[in-house]
C-alpha cells in the first residue's frame, strides 16, 4: 500500500508544483486522490490535441474540363499549398452531411421589379433541398431582418417574404458577412449563403475583399445569383456596354470565387433554375480536407489543386490562423460581425461554361489592406 501511495503521489506533485523535499502525509494523499477519484468518475471524457497545432478543414469542389463533377478522389489526387509551402492532409472524405444554407434577399429599392424572379429562383433551391437539410431566410437593404430562423425540410418561402416592397439603399456587402457568421456557427452540415441581388451596393462600410476574408475564416462559401434583366447580364448577347463594368462581372465574382462559392446571372426563367440546380449540386459534390498549419498568426492564402491538371478545384482561398483570429471590419479596423462593431442589429450564367473565373492575382483578400 505504501508503494502504491508513493506511485500516486508523484505526478500529483508534478502537477501541484510541490517540491520534491517536501513530504505528502499517506492520510492526505488518501484524501486527495480519493476525492480526485470521484470527480473524475463524474466527468465526461475530454478530447485532446496537440498543443500549438492548428488543424484546418476546408471542403473543395472538383470539376472535369467538360465542367462535371468528379466522384472518387483520393487524398492522393490533391495538393495544399499554405503561403506557398506544401501541407500533408491528415483527413480526408467524401462529405455526404446536410446541407445548412441560407437565402439572402435584396430587398432595397433597386430590386423593384425583380425581386418576383428572386423568389422563383429561390424556390428553386428549396426544391433541391431534402429531410437532411436545413435553410434560413434573411433579407436587407441597410439592416439584416430574419425572415425565417434556421429550419429542416424547409421547401418553401415563408408568407411573410410575399408582401416585402423593396426600398431603400443597399447594405449588400456588409449583409453577406454578417449572414456568412450566422451560418458559420451551424455544426454538423455543409454550410453556405445564396444571395439573391442586382449586385449593387451603395450603403456598406465593408469592402468585397474584406467579406470574403471573413467569410473564409469559417469556410462558408458564397454563391450570388444575379437578378438582372438580359441587358444588364455580362454573359448575354444584348448585354450593355455598363454590364460588363457592373459589380456582377467584377468585384462579386472575386468575393464569391474567394470563398470557393461561384457567381450565376439569370436572366430567364430557365437560367434561374439551372443556376439553383448548380449551387446544390456543387453542395452535394464536396470533399473535406484537413491539414496542420504551421501555427504562425494571421492571414494564411490558400491552394488547393489536383495533381491532375485536367480537373479544377474549386475551394476558399485562405485562412486566419492563431488565437488572434481577428474580424475584418470597417477601414481595415479588424472588427466587424459578431461583436458591438457590426454592421447590423438583428431585428452567368458564366458564357464559357459553369468552371468559375480565377482569383485576380494582383488583388487578395488580405489583412489590413
Known amino acids: 500500500m505504501t508503494q502504491l501511495f508513493a506511485d500516486m503521489a508523484t505526478p500529483l506533485r508534478l502537477r501541484m508544483n510541490v517540491p520534491r523535499t517536501f ?10 486522490f480519493g476525492l480526485a477519484s470521484e470527480l473524475l468518475a463524474q466527468q465526461p471524457p475530454v478530447a485532446t490535441f496537440k498543443s500549438g497545432v492548428d488543424v484546418v478543414r476546408i471542403t473543395a469542389v472538383v470539376r472535369d474540363h467538360k465542367g462535371r463533377f468528379v466522384r ?5 489526387d490533391f495538393e495544399v499549398l499554405d503561403a506557398g509551402w506544401p501541407r500533408t492532409i491528415t ?7 446536410g446541407v445548412s444554407v441560407a437565402l439572402l434577399f435584396d430587398v432595397s429599392g433597386s430590386m423593384e421589379g425583380r425581386l418576383a424572379s428572386a423568389r422563383e429562383a ?19 437593404d441597410t439592416r439584416l431582418d430574419e425572415v425565417k430562423p434556421f429550419t429542416a425540410g424547409l421547401k418553401t418561402l415563408p408568407d411573410a417574404m410575399t408582401s416585402v416592397v423593396p426600398f431603400g439603399a ?9 449572414t456568412a457568421q450566422r451560418v458559420g456557427a451551424r455544426e454538423g452540415r455543409r454550410r453556405a449563403v445564396v444571395v439573391f441581388t442586382d449586385g449593387y451596393d451603395t450603403w456598406s462600410r465593408l469592402q468585397p475583399a474584406q467579406v470574403s476574408a471573413v467569410a473564409s475564416r469559417i469556410d462558408v462559401p458564397v454563391y450570388i445569383l444575379g437578378i438582372v434583366p438580359s441587358i444588364d447580364n455580362p454573359g448575354a448577347e444584348t448585354a450593355t456596354a455598363s454590364a460588363e463594368r ?26 434561374r433554375s ?37 480537373l479544377t478545384v474549386r475551394a476558399r482561398s485562405g485562412y486566419i490562423a492563431g ?14 460581425c459578431g461583436n458591438s462593431s457590426s454592421p447590423f442589429q438583428l431585428r452567368f450564367w458564366p458564357s464559357a461554361g459553369p468552371a468559375p473565373a480565377p482569383p485576380r492575382s494582383s488583388f487578395a483578400p488580405a489583412l489590413g489592406r
Open 91 to 97: 483527413d480526408f472524405r467524401p462529405d455526404t452531411t
Open 23 to 32: 513530504k505528502i502525509a499517506p492520510a492526505l494523499t488518501s484524501l486527495v
Open 323 to 336: 488565437q488572434s483570429s481577428p474580424d475584418v471590419g470597417s477601414g481595415g479596423d479588424r472588427t466587424c
Open 170 to 178: 443597399t447594405s449588400l456587402h456588409d449583409a453577406i458577412a454578417e
Open 72 to 76: 472518387d478522389l483520393s487524398a492522393h
Open 246 to 271: 457592373s459589380a456582377l462581372a467584377g468585384p462579386l465574382v472575386d468575393l464569391a470565387s474567394w470563398t470557393g462559392g461561384h457567381t450565376f446571372v439569370a436572366s430567364t426563367p430557365a437560367q
Open 274 to 310: 439551372m443556376s439553383a440546380r448548380e449551387i446544390l449540386g456543387e453542395l452535394r459534390h464536396q470533399y473535406l480536407i484537413a491539414f496542420e498549419s504551421s501555427g504562425q498568426p494571421g492571414w494564411h492564402s490558400l491552394v488547393v489543386r489536383a495533381r491532375n491538371r485536367d
Open 122 to 140: 429561390a424556390a428553386h433551391v428549396l426544391s433541391w433541398l431534402d429531410s437532411r437539410d436545413e435553410a434560413a431566410v434573411f433579407t436587407f
